[in-house]
């Protein structure tokens, strides 16, 4: 196959990746009033799901629109994002046939695999930011006052862009034992310093927590902990990973028994 083909096979490679991000933005737009209400708003209000799973009393937000076309980029962002995430496993699967004629038997198992575990886990990353760092954070923000005479009204796109940035920057973390796989594979990421780093790590992942939900170490553990063992975790791949490459060696050099 000539260069000009592959790159023919990339662009289509593109093109049906977008599709279907593009086509499940189209579903949550003919459903906008479902994913507004359910979606946006759901953290918004005092029934959503954690806080009634905490006990929390939390009261509705008061939200505003300080701008003219504030409620339309709103819509537009939220419309975008959900499509982002439910069209996710289409552009990761269209990627995933674009490189899989160029792999050998053993290593399609792998990357199936680690697609596969890509998606699942950003997916749930998204759900943990939207379901317990969101709520967590807006609980804290809501009741957070340093004076009687300001009441706490908040914009509506800054509300969306809060929710948006914690639910995909927890899908992003989520990422970090993909991240660190392909690190350890080019023997930038090792176990000995990612264990080096686990105390910084272990007291950021806290840090982070306690400012989310201050004054409440449920929160802050239901926060932090899922997070730490992503770290845990992360060490685990790289030193799977540095026993395959050592294995590798060896029976390259024929040490193997």
Do not use: C
């Not at 409620?71 to 962002?77: R, S």
């Not at 899922?226 to 030193?239: D, F, K, M, Q, R």
């Amino acid at each position: 196959m000539s260069f000009l083909d592959h790159l023919e096979d990339l662009r289509w490679t593109i093109i049906r990746g977008i599709s279907g991000v593009v086509i499940m933005t189209i579903v949550a737009a003919i459903f906008h009033n479902w994913v507004v209400d359910v979606i946006l708003m759901g953290p918004a209000k005092s029934d959503f799901i954690t806080y009634q799973l905490l006990g929390f009393d939390f009261e509705d937000l008061n939200l505003q629109n300080r701008t003219v076309p504030g409620q339309f980029f709103a819509l537009m962002g939220i419309v975008m994002a959900v499509g982002l995430v439910a069209g996710s496993p289409f552009l990761i699967y269209s990627i995933w046939k674009f490189i899989e004629p160029g792999l050998y038997p053993k290593e399609k198992a792998g990357m199936r695999f680690i697609a596969a575990f890509a998606t699942i886990f950003f997916i749930i990353g998204v759900l943990f930011g939207y379901l317990v760092i969101t709520p967590l954070a807006l609980n804290f923000f809501n009741n957070f006052s340093i004076s009687d005479t300001i009441r706490n009204d908040f914009d509506i796109t800054r509300y969306f862009s809060s929710v948006t940035w914690w639910a995909f920057g927890a899908g992003i973390l989520f990422e970090l034992p993909v991240i660190i796989y392909f690190l350890a594979k080019l023997g930038l990421a090792t176990p000995e310093r990612l264990r080096a780093f686990r105390k910084y790590a272990f007291l950021a992942v806290f840090v982070l927590g306690a400012l989310v939900t201050p004054a409440d170490p449920f929160s802050m553990f239901a926060a932090a902990i899922p997070l730490y063992l992503l770290y845990e975790g992360s060490i685990h791949v790289a030193t799977w990973v540095e026993r395959n490459r050592i294995r590798e060696l060896n029976k390259a050099f024929g040490d193997a028994p």
